[in-house]
């Protein structure tokens, strides 16, 4: 079965303080790992797609990487803005579309 | 590009009521995909719809039901709605590319059912 699991469920940060979120994942052949961020009342904004181990992509401060069996996404220097919720969601290979998601990490900029 | 537009943005209803909700992908997307959003248990898939036809569906019982019509719209329906229907719904909108397909979400509705 089909397994996402985030950690941690919430992490405070000082402004400039980098770290790393975490995704853990269990699929019967992945098409592609998926993050996104979420605001409060909005839809999950699109941030990466990573498709084999060793990939990485970066945008701004955010970079994500992938081995095969997690996914980090590392923050560097956050600012208060980075506030949100970050999602993790895989795709398998059945040829199924669907995204299965992780619950998410809740983080939060301290200015 | 317009992004993907859901309405209504927030609903209220009634237990055994039946409510529709509305999506509008990206202008030239075909594949359209609903989940739900809880506090506990995240986001779920409902169903995936392209070129008006299912070809996809999630573990929901029979009250959730959805369809697309020829200009890609696609709306979702809950037939008589439970408290725990209470969520945010989310609709996506797929794009292909070379290097596989991204999923762009709506702003959502918000249900709550009394």
């Known amino acids: 079965e089909d397994q996402v699991t985030q950690s941690p469920e919430a992490l405070r940060l000082q402004e400039g303080e980098s770290s790393s979120l975490n995704c853990s994942y269990t699929v019967s052949g992945l098409r592609g790992l998926f993050w996104y961020r979420q605001d409060p009342g909005k839809g999950p904004e699109f941030l990466f797609t990573l498709y084999s181990a060793g990939e990485e992509k970066e945008k701004e401060r955010l970079k994500a990487t992938l081995t095969k069996k997690e996914s980090f996404l590392h923050i560097t220097a956050p600012k208060p803005e980075d506030s949100a919720t970050y999602l993790c969601a895989v795709q398998a290979e059945t040829g199924a579309n669907n995204l299965f998601f992780g619950t998410g990490t809740r983080l939060t900029v301290i200015p | 590009k317009a992004g993907v537009t859901q309405t209504p943005r927030y609903l209220i209803k009634t237990r055994g009521q039946q409510v529709t909700l509305s999506c509008s992908p990206i202008?030239?997307?075909?594949?359209v995909s609903w989940y739900q959003q809880t506090p506990g248990q995240g986001l779920q898939f409902l169903f995936e719809y392209f070129s008006e036809t299912q070809r996809n569906k999630g573990n929901f019982p029979g009250r959730f039901s959805g369809r697309q019509f020829s200009n890609s719209r696609s709306e979702m329906n809950v037939s008589t709605l439970e408290l725990g229907d209470s969520a945010l719904y989310l609709c996506?909108?797929?794009?292909?590319?070379?290097?596989?397909?991204?999923?762009?979400f709506g702003p959502g509705t918000r249900l709550l059912v009394l």
């Open positions: 202008s030239g997307h075909r594949s």
């Open positions: 996506a909108s797929t794009v292909r590319g070379a290097g596989g397909q991204t999923q762009y």
